[in-house]
């Protein structure tokens, strides 16, 4: 089969290497539509060879099952759920994986044409999705919909939502679906105008003017009693306690490596502030995400803005870390169709 090896910066060769080999328990799925996720811009980003199969945004049809398969069969239509539980704790019982403290490394392997991954680990595509919106609505939709799940949104509510990456965008949708307003916020244009695009009442550039204040013109003057931070950029992480109205919530779902700090009795236990965490998806939000686009409330497809093949994947790397070309979310067709 063909893979796409990152063998350095910027630089991405694709290979003709074994196709993976079923296993117990686990199932062979060949992979029609692979998405490139912002997680994924280290391995064009940073120097040097990063081995395997990268890729964990996939779906395709299951075209072999290992041996005690009992829940998935051949032709299913499927898309990958990357993280791998333990399958015995509390967590993983309720389907929870992503709270497993025993949890291994990912599936990956969504940047080869065929890849294996655990029974569990694949999830049905609902009919009338296909593969094509199957491969966004895992990671790129599931993950908002889980943290602005969380956030509990009233109908009507104001809820401010920080990035116009893929993940910021769909945030917009999700809110939007459940009810909500949403008012977004990122600094370039092309972004913005995706954001109004895909449901945003208004989209706002942080780096015009004070935005904590353009924020209250719109919401009130209290501010805004939802805020969803998707770009894990300090200054936007600051900014969402700008934004909150006392008595608020923040979920934080975009991350980085340095910490942040806060003033524990001034941004939140003064202001009455809730502040939550969203990591990942559960397999529910697949099931709650199919229900939402059989209702016409939202579509994977809306935020994605370039199609390549695995022959040309470099040039969807290159647009989507350049920001270049308007690209926003980039899918990747695996099979040569
Ligand atoms: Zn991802
Ligand atoms: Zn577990």
Redesign the pocket.
Known sequence: MRAAQFVDQHRIVIEEVPEPRVRPGAVKVRVVWS?I????QGLWKSPGAKPGIHG??AAGTIVEVGEGVTRRQVGEEVLVY?VIGCGTCGYCQRREYTRCSHRQGGVGGGFGQYLVAPESNVLPIAPGIGLERGCVL???LC?PLKAVESAQVLADEWVVVFGGGPIGLNAVQCVRAMGGRPLHIEPLAYRREAGVRVGAQASLDPTEGDLGARIREITGPEGAPCVVECTGVPEAQRATFGAVAPGGRIVFVGENASGLSINVSEDLIRRDIRVQGSWYFFPSHVELASTLFAQGRLDPLAVVSHRVTLETIADGFRMFCDRSDGCTKVIVRMDGE
């Open positions: 998405a996720c912002g997680s994924d964990h945004e990357d895992s990671d790129c993950t």
